[in-house]
C-alpha cells in the first residue's frame, strides 16, 4: 500500500528565504509524485508532479521538486519565498495500477516579511 | 471551461436531517473523486468513479454516507442522516487519465459542511 509522510505540519519562513518542504513516500511499484498547493477557501491546484524521465521537476510560481529514488523522497523547494506562497501544501502518490492519490497531512507555510 | 463546479459552497444542517452535496466535473474528464478535508483526519479520499461506474468506495465512512453519478456531467454525495462528525470540507475533484495515473486532478472548491 502506499502512503506518503510530510515532515512538519508548519513551516515559518521570511520572505526572500528558501522554502523546503520535505516528502517522503512508500509505494511497492514505481510511484507518480505530485505536490498540490491549497490557498485559503479553495481547493487544491498542481504545483507539479513526477511520473518518469528527468528527476528534477519544475512547477508553477517558481516551485520545483526532486525525485530521489534511493532515499524514497521527493522535497519541494523555492528558492526564494513571497509573500503570495502561503498556503498549505500537500505531497500525493499514486501507483500505475490506478488514479487514485494518497496525500500526505499537509504542510502549511507562513511567510514572514 | 468553468472548472469543476460544487454547490452548495457552504451547508448548515441539524443533526439527523439529510445532506446532500452536489458536482459537475469538467467536460469530458473520466474520473470523479469524492474527498473529505478535516484538521483531524486530513484529506481523505472517500469514493472515485470511472466512466459513472464506481470503482473504490473503500474510503466511505459508513452507511449513512452514498454516492451516485447518474451521468457524466454529475454527481452527488449524501449524508442521510447527519452527524455533528461528519463536519468538514467536502472536495469533488476529476480527471482525464490518458495514461492511468499520471493526470493531474482538478479540484473544485469544495462545500463547507457543519452538522449542528
Given at each position: ?16 528565504a528558501?522554502?523546503l518542504l ?13 505536490w498540490?498547493?491549497?490557498y ?63 496525500f ?10 | ?23 459537475k466535473?469538467i467536460?469530458?474528464?473520466?474520473y ?11 484529506l ?9 461506474v ?25 449524508i ?26 482538478f ?7 457543519t452538522?449542528?
Amino acid at each position: 500500500a502506499q502512503s506518503v509522510t510530510q515532515l512538519g505540519s508548519h513551516v515559518s519562513v521570511s520572505e526572500g528565504a528558501l522554502v523546503l518542504l520535505r516528502c517522503n513516500y512508500s509505494s511497492s511499484v514505481p510511484p507518480y509524485l505530485f505536490w498540490y498547493v491549497q490557498y485559503p477557501n479553495q481547493g487544491l491546484q498542481l504545483l507539479l508532479k513526477y511520473t518518469t524521465g528527468a528527476t528534477l521537476v519544475k512547477g508553477i510560481n517558481g516551485f520545483e521538486a526532486e525525485f530521489k529514488k534511493s532515499e524514497t523522497s521527493f522535497h519541494l523547494t523555492k528558492p526564494s519565498a513571497h509573500m503570495s506562497d502561503a498556503a498549505e501544501y500537500f505531497c500525493a502518490v499514486t501507483e500505475a495500477a490506478g488514479n487514485k492519490l494518497t496525500f500526505g497531512g499537509g504542510t502549511r507555510v507562513l511567510v514572514k516579511p | 471551461d468553468a472548472g469543476v463546479i460544487q454547490s452548495p459552497r457552504h451547508e448548515v444542517t441539524e443533526m439527523g436531517q439529510e445532506v446532500t452535496l452536489r458536482c459537475k466535473p469538467i467536460s469530458g474528464h473520466d474520473y470523479l473523486f469524492w474527498y473529505r478535508q478535516t484538521m483531524m483526519r486530513g484529506l481523505e479520499l472517500l469514493i472515485y468513479f470511472n466512466n459513472n461506474v464506481p470503482i473504490d468506495d473503500s474510503g466511505m465512512p459508513e452507511d449513512r454516507f452514498s454516492a451516485k453519478m447518474p451521468n457524466a456531467s454529475f454527481s452527488t454525495l449524501k449524508i442521510q442522516p447527519s452527524e455533528p462528525r461528519d463536519s468538514a470540507v467536502y472536495f469533488c475533484a476529476s480527471s482525464l487519465a490518458l495514461l492511468v495515473g499520471t493526470d493531474e486532478q482538478f479540484f473544485g472548491p469544495g462545500t463547507r459542511l457543519t452538522v449542528l
